[in-house]
């Protein structure tokens, strides 16, 4: 009987398997991150009895947005895909009548099929499967310190600098980069699903791990830790430098973004840094000028509010102040004489160089002219000379015209 039932569960597994398969996976939420994939019929179809292990040949796949698919053929990845779409596996050696090659072929092929099922007892002899990988970003994925993690707390400014713990809190998003690395050392062979339950201790301590070298480097470049929540990108790289041998290598996950939601300091440290902070505030004259005028500003509404009467209040007010020994106008006078020095307005630049001029062309020398005989000098003129009246003859000297013989004029 077992021989028979052996023949005839061979035979109608066949012919079970024979049909062409349709895979196609749904929306997968964040919390599964690898699901095996199940033979889709739409709630119709006659594919009800096929191996659930089983893919013929020529049988159709689907991939969408936000997915990877991988077929598994007896422990072996064969075929890898992260692209939308519709793919025909065509590799499978489950054969169907419905395949090319003629009927007669494949038919023969089928029959083969069921000689070997039948060797084992009726049973399938392979495992084929399909895997559907969650490769969005994995988001909300909570973290906190236990203890505190060693901060070295610098200020350079206020000479100050101890070694402390402090503590964080926040989220980070994560997302599987390289799926068959996922599958081979993380999620295994898997049924029906993996979801992020089964790893999320794991990463979390990891994480905590990673966080101590990550802020070390922090605090090695300056940053104070009242800062650390505005580089929250340059701790998602350190992070991912940190985790690459454990996470990106080993298991093909990286770290996408990381979020602090606040860090906290242990209180006589923050305590520390606010009184040095205070009192290199009060080191400039001016600040300190104002804080003072605020502060007596405050005691004569005191003194003027005294039981005692407001005479007596004022009185213990002068004391103090002449107990501090500095008022309000002496340290405005002070901070005023260490103001800097309004900037001198730079000297205008040198006057660019003037090129040199070329030298003129040598002027030919010119000959001497000939030389001119001077004129003779005409005889100056004699002194208290007259001219007639009478004839009009000029140049006369003596008391008579030397031309017409007319006497001189007295005049």
């Not at 994939?37 to 020529?58: C, H, L, M, P």
């Not at 060693?150 to 206020?158: A, C, G, K, T």
């Not at 929250?232 to 990106?248: F, G, H, P, T």
């Not at 005692?308 to 004489?337: D, E, I, K, R, Y």
Request: glycine share 10%.
């Amino acid at each position: 009987m077992a021989l028979i039932q052996a023949i005839t569960d061979a035979a109608g597994g066949v012919l079970a398997d024979s049909w062409l398969d349709f895979f196609s996976m749904d929306a997968m939420d964040d919390n599964v991150l690898l699901t095996k994939g199940t033979i889709y019929t739409g709630g119709r179809g006659s594919n009800t009895k096929g191996s659930d292990n089983i893919i013929s040949n020529g049988s159709g796949i689907v991939v969408f947005d936000g997915q990877a698919a991988a077929v598994v053929d007896n422990g072996v990845v064969v075929e890898f895909t992260a692209v939308p779409g519709k793919y025909t596996y065509q590799q499978s050696s489950e054969h169907t009548i419905f395949e090319g090659g003629g009927l007669a072929s494949n038919l023969g092929e089928m029959f083969r099929q069921g000689i070997e099922r039948f060797k084992y007892g009726g049973g399938v002899s392979k495992d084929q499967r399909v895997y559907y990988f969650n490769i969005k970003e994995i988001k909300g994925n909570k973290y906190g310190t236990s203890s505190p993690i060693p901060f070295r707390f610098v200020y350079p400014d206020l000479n100050f600098a101890v070694t402390g713990g402090i503590r964080c809190n926040g989220v980070f998003s994560y997302r599987i980069t390289n799926p068959l690395l996922f599958y081979t050392f993380t999620a295994g062979n898997v049924n029906p699903s993996f979801t992020r339950d089964m790893i999320d201790e794991q990463l979390k301590s990891e994480v905590y791990t990673a966080l101590q070298p990550a802020l070390g480097e922090f605090s090695a470049r300056g940053i104070t830790y009242d800062k650390i929540t505005t580089y929250v990108d340059d701790l998602a790289k350190l992070m991912n430098d940190q985790l690459s041998a454990q996470w990106k290598d080993l298991r093909g996950i990286e770290i996408v973004s990381f979020g602090v939601n606040s860090v906290t300091a242990p209180e006589e440290i923050v305590k520390k840094i606010n009184d040095l902070e205070f009192a290199k505030a009060m080191s400039d004259p001016t600040v300190a000028a104002g804080r003072l005028a605020a502060a007596q500003a405050d005691a004569m509404t005191t003194a003027a509010a005294n039981e005692a009467g407001a005479m007596t209040g004022f009185l213990g007010m002068g004391m103090a102040g002449q107990a501090g020994g500095m008022n309000p106008a002496q340290l405005f006078q002070m901070g005023q004489a260490a103001q800097p020095a309004a900037p001198v307005a730079p000297e205008a630049a040198p006057a660019a160089p003037v090129a040199p001029v070329a030298p003129e062309a040598p002027v030919a020398p010119v000959a001497p002219e000939a030389p001119v005989a001077a004129a003779p000098a005409a005889p100056p003129a004699p002194l208290f000379a007259w001219t007639c009246a009478a004839c009009g003859h000029d140049g006369n000297t003596g008391k008579f015209c030397e031309e017409c013989g007319a006497p001189k004029p007295a005049a």
